[in-house]
Protein backbone atom coordinates (compact mmCIF):
# COMPACT_ATOMS: atom_id res chain seq x y z
CA UNK A 1 0.00 0.00 0.00
CA UNK A 2 1.13 3.35 -1.02
CA UNK A 3 -0.17 6.02 1.17
CA UNK A 4 -0.19 10.38 1.40
CA UNK A 5 -0.22 11.69 4.51
CA UNK A 6 -0.76 14.96 3.70
CA UNK A 7 0.17 18.48 6.55
CA UNK A 8 2.54 16.01 8.71
CA UNK A 9 4.67 19.12 9.38
CA UNK A 10 3.02 22.60 9.59
CA UNK A 11 4.38 25.72 6.99
CA UNK A 12 6.27 26.88 10.02
CA UNK A 13 7.81 23.66 10.95
CA UNK A 14 8.79 22.81 7.52
CA UNK A 15 10.50 26.40 7.50
CA UNK A 16 11.81 25.93 10.89
CA UNK A 17 13.38 23.14 9.54
CA UNK A 18 14.84 24.06 6.11
CA UNK A 19 16.77 26.91 8.17
CA UNK A 20 18.53 24.39 10.51
CA UNK A 21 19.08 21.95 6.92
CA UNK A 22 20.48 24.51 4.85
CA UNK A 23 23.13 25.35 7.35
CA UNK A 24 24.05 21.87 7.82
CA UNK A 25 27.14 19.74 6.83
CA UNK A 26 26.07 17.30 5.03
CA UNK A 27 28.15 14.06 4.14
CA UNK A 28 27.61 11.58 1.25
CA UNK A 29 24.79 9.75 1.28
CA UNK A 30 27.00 6.16 0.36
CA UNK A 31 27.85 5.87 4.32
CA UNK A 32 24.26 4.08 5.07
CA UNK A 33 24.50 2.47 1.95
CA UNK A 34 24.50 -1.21 1.90
CA UNK A 35 27.53 -2.84 -0.57
CA UNK A 36 24.27 -2.89 -3.25
CA UNK A 37 22.81 0.54 -2.94
CA UNK A 38 26.09 2.54 -2.51
CA UNK A 39 26.59 1.56 -6.09
CA UNK A 40 23.33 3.50 -7.51
CA UNK A 41 23.18 6.29 -4.61
CA UNK A 42 24.75 10.11 -5.06
CA UNK A 43 23.08 12.29 -2.58
CA UNK A 44 24.02 13.81 0.62
CA UNK A 45 23.11 13.31 4.09
CA UNK A 46 22.74 14.41 7.92
CA UNK A 47 25.01 11.94 9.56
CA UNK A 48 22.95 9.78 12.21
CA UNK A 49 23.22 11.68 15.90
CA UNK A 50 23.90 15.43 14.11
CA UNK A 51 22.36 17.40 16.32
CA UNK A 52 20.15 18.74 13.74
CA UNK A 53 19.44 15.86 12.48
CA UNK A 54 18.20 14.75 16.34
CA UNK A 55 16.29 17.94 17.00
CA UNK A 56 14.51 17.90 13.49
CA UNK A 57 13.83 13.73 13.97
CA UNK A 58 12.00 14.37 17.68
CA UNK A 59 9.85 17.09 16.11
CA UNK A 60 8.85 14.67 13.37
CA UNK A 61 8.12 11.68 15.62
CA UNK A 62 6.28 13.84 17.94
CA UNK A 63 4.02 15.33 14.87
CA UNK A 64 3.91 11.35 13.48
CA UNK A 65 2.25 10.65 17.16
CA UNK A 66 -0.35 13.09 16.91
CA UNK A 67 -1.07 11.81 13.33
CA UNK A 68 -4.29 9.26 12.85
CA UNK A 69 -3.81 8.54 9.74
CA UNK A 70 -0.02 7.41 10.28
CA UNK A 71 -1.14 5.33 13.13
CA UNK A 72 -3.78 3.23 11.27
CA UNK A 73 -1.63 3.02 7.93
CA UNK A 74 1.44 2.17 9.96
CA UNK A 75 0.49 0.38 12.82
CA UNK A 76 3.97 1.43 14.25
CA UNK A 77 6.02 -0.88 16.67
CA UNK A 78 9.66 1.32 16.28
CA UNK A 79 10.06 4.10 14.36
CA UNK A 80 13.81 4.84 13.38
CA UNK A 81 15.19 8.10 14.06
CA UNK A 82 13.98 9.87 11.29
CA UNK A 83 17.43 10.70 9.02
CA UNK A 84 17.76 13.72 6.45
CA UNK A 85 18.84 14.02 2.61
CA UNK A 86 19.45 16.27 0.13
CA UNK A 87 20.24 15.74 -3.86
CA UNK A 88 20.97 18.38 -6.00
CA UNK A 89 23.57 18.74 -8.90
CA UNK A 90 22.11 15.72 -10.91
CA UNK A 91 21.67 13.50 -7.67
CA UNK A 92 19.88 10.51 -7.67
CA UNK A 93 18.92 7.04 -6.18
CA UNK A 94 18.89 3.99 -8.60
CA UNK A 95 16.33 1.26 -7.85
CA UNK A 96 16.78 -0.54 -4.97
CA UNK A 97 15.29 -2.13 -1.78
CA UNK A 98 15.75 -0.97 1.56
CA UNK A 99 17.97 -2.78 3.75
CA UNK A 100 15.51 -5.04 6.06
CA UNK A 101 17.41 -4.70 8.99
CA UNK A 102 19.11 -1.54 10.80
CA UNK A 103 20.60 -0.42 13.77
CA UNK A 104 20.58 2.90 15.62
CA UNK A 105 23.59 4.61 15.79
CA UNK A 106 22.71 5.76 19.34
CA UNK A 107 21.27 2.40 21.21
CA UNK A 108 22.17 0.02 18.91
CA UNK A 109 18.32 -0.89 18.97
CA UNK A 110 17.70 -3.59 15.63
CA UNK A 111 14.39 -2.30 13.52
CA UNK A 112 12.92 -4.28 11.04
CA UNK A 113 12.29 -2.51 7.83
CA UNK A 114 8.23 -3.14 6.90
CA UNK A 115 7.48 0.33 5.84
CA UNK A 116 9.73 3.01 4.45
CA UNK A 117 8.77 7.30 4.84
CA UNK A 118 9.96 9.85 2.88
CA UNK A 119 8.76 13.33 4.26
CA UNK A 120 9.11 15.85 1.09
CA UNK A 121 10.99 19.29 3.16
CA UNK A 122 11.09 21.50 -0.43
CA UNK A 123 8.23 22.66 -2.47
CA UNK A 124 7.85 21.12 -5.56
CA UNK A 125 8.35 23.97 -7.70
CA UNK A 126 11.84 24.34 -5.80
CA UNK A 127 13.60 21.53 -8.13
CA UNK A 128 13.00 19.86 -11.52
CA UNK A 129 13.14 16.02 -11.41
CA UNK A 130 13.12 14.07 -7.64
CA UNK A 131 10.43 11.99 -8.42
CA UNK A 132 10.19 8.74 -6.05
CA UNK A 133 9.42 5.56 -8.41
CA UNK A 134 7.84 3.17 -6.33
CA UNK A 135 7.27 -0.59 -8.27
CA UNK A 136 4.23 -2.68 -7.12
CA UNK A 137 2.32 -5.50 -9.05
CA UNK A 138 0.36 -2.46 -11.09
CA UNK A 139 3.42 -0.90 -12.13
CA UNK A 140 5.78 2.20 -10.97
CA UNK A 141 4.20 5.20 -9.03
CA UNK A 142 5.92 8.76 -9.26
CA UNK A 143 5.46 10.97 -6.10
CA UNK A 144 6.73 14.18 -5.72
CA UNK A 145 4.57 16.21 -2.75
CA UNK A 146 4.01 19.28 -0.91
CA UNK A 147 6.57 20.12 1.17
CA UNK A 148 5.40 19.02 4.93
CA UNK A 149 3.62 15.83 3.43
CA UNK A 150 4.52 12.68 3.58
CA UNK A 151 4.62 9.02 1.57
CA UNK A 152 4.48 5.57 3.59
CA UNK A 153 5.10 2.67 1.11
CA UNK A 154 5.63 -1.09 1.63
CA UNK A 155 10.00 -1.31 2.30
CA UNK A 156 9.72 -4.28 0.60
CA UNK A 157 9.05 -2.59 -2.94
CA UNK A 158 12.15 -1.84 -5.55
CA UNK A 159 12.04 2.46 -5.51
CA UNK A 160 14.43 4.76 -7.06
CA UNK A 161 14.77 8.84 -6.73
CA UNK A 162 14.96 10.54 -10.05
CA UNK A 163 18.20 13.11 -10.59
CA UNK A 164 17.28 16.47 -9.22
CA UNK A 165 18.36 18.49 -12.53
CA UNK A 166 17.24 21.78 -10.84
CA UNK A 167 17.38 23.01 -7.44
CA UNK A 168 17.59 20.83 -4.32
CA UNK A 169 15.34 18.26 -3.37
CA UNK A 170 15.44 18.29 0.59
CA UNK A 171 13.14 15.71 2.78
CA UNK A 172 13.14 13.16 5.83
CA UNK A 173 13.39 9.63 5.65
CA UNK A 174 13.09 7.03 8.02
CA UNK A 175 11.19 3.56 8.42
CA UNK A 176 9.02 1.85 10.86
CA UNK A 177 9.21 -1.79 12.34
CA UNK A 178 5.10 -2.21 12.04
CA UNK A 179 3.12 -4.82 14.64
CA UNK A 180 1.52 -6.24 11.29
CA UNK A 181 4.52 -7.64 9.21
CA UNK A 182 2.66 -8.28 6.10
CA UNK A 183 2.08 -5.47 3.95
CA UNK A 184 -1.17 -7.11 2.64
CA UNK A 185 -2.32 -7.35 6.16
CA UNK A 186 -1.84 -4.00 7.19
CA UNK A 187 -3.92 -3.06 3.92
CA UNK A 188 -6.38 -5.22 5.18
CA UNK A 189 -6.70 -3.50 8.72
CA UNK A 190 -5.95 -0.10 7.73
CA UNK A 191 -9.42 -0.56 4.26
CA UNK A 192 -11.33 -2.13 7.59
CA UNK A 193 -10.19 1.28 9.52
CA UNK A 194 -11.03 3.58 7.06
CA UNK A 195 -14.79 1.69 6.23
CA UNK A 196 -15.80 1.65 10.46
CA UNK A 197 -15.08 5.10 10.41
CA UNK A 198 -17.46 5.85 7.18
CA UNK A 199 -19.62 4.03 8.70
CA UNK A 200 -19.85 5.75 12.42
CA UNK A 201 -20.06 8.98 9.92
CA UNK A 202 -22.24 8.12 7.37
CA UNK A 203 -25.08 5.53 9.65
CA UNK A 204 -24.18 7.22 13.31
CA UNK A 205 -24.81 4.51 16.24
CA UNK A 206 -25.10 1.88 14.18
CA UNK A 207 -24.57 -2.03 15.98
CA UNK A 208 -22.61 -3.01 12.70
CA UNK A 209 -20.18 -0.37 14.03
CA UNK A 210 -19.55 -1.87 17.26
CA UNK A 211 -19.39 -5.38 15.20
CA UNK A 212 -17.07 -4.27 13.09
CA UNK A 213 -14.29 -2.42 15.21
CA UNK A 214 -15.11 -6.23 17.55
CA UNK A 215 -13.59 -7.69 14.42
CA UNK A 216 -10.78 -5.49 13.73
CA UNK A 217 -9.53 -5.49 17.36
CA UNK A 218 -9.48 -9.38 17.27
CA UNK A 219 -7.62 -9.23 13.99
CA UNK A 220 -5.47 -7.15 15.00
CA UNK A 221 -4.52 -9.12 18.55
CA UNK A 222 -4.28 -12.54 16.30
CA UNK A 223 -1.61 -10.76 13.77
CA UNK A 224 0.18 -8.06 16.16
CA UNK A 225 3.92 -9.00 16.71
CA UNK A 226 5.89 -7.23 19.64
NI1 LIG B 1 15.40 3.40 -0.29
Known amino acids: MLITIPDVLTAGQVAEARAALDAAEWVDGKVTAGYMAQMVKENLQLPEGH ?36 YTGGG ?21 TDVSATLFLSAPEEYEGGELYVEDSYGAHSVKLPSGHMVLYPATSLHRVAPVTRGARVASFFWVQSMIRSDADRTLLYDLDMAIQRLAVDVPGNPAGVQLTGVYHNLLRRWAEM
Open 51 to 86: PVAVRLGEMVLAALARSPLFMSAALPLRVFPPMFNR
Open 92 to 112: HFGTHVDTAIRATASTGQRIR
